[in-house]
């Protein structure tokens, strides 16, 4: 399965998980489910299809 790039970003103190925009299957999986942003579940969902997730900052990736 192909990697997943997911980038988290604080907006307002709320921690936002958005795709990567330079990862096409990041790209396709926002797309699929129709927003700009997931949310945990929709990432515990994406590991349990068997993608693999990376976050671009892994401290911040800790936290949520």
Do not use: C, W
Not at 10 to 23: E, L, Q
Not at 28 to 46: E, H, P, W, Y
């Amino acid at each position: 399965m192909p990697v997943v790039f997911l980038t988290i970003k604080i907006v307002y103190g709320v921690p936002k998980i958005y795709p990567d925009p330079n990862n096409a299957a990041a790209l396709r999986l926002a797309k699929l489910i129709g927003a700009k942003t997931f949310n945990a579940q929709q990432v515990a969902d994406i590991k349990a299809l068997g993608f693999e997730i990376q976050y671009s900052d892994a401290y911040v990736a800790a936290q949520v």
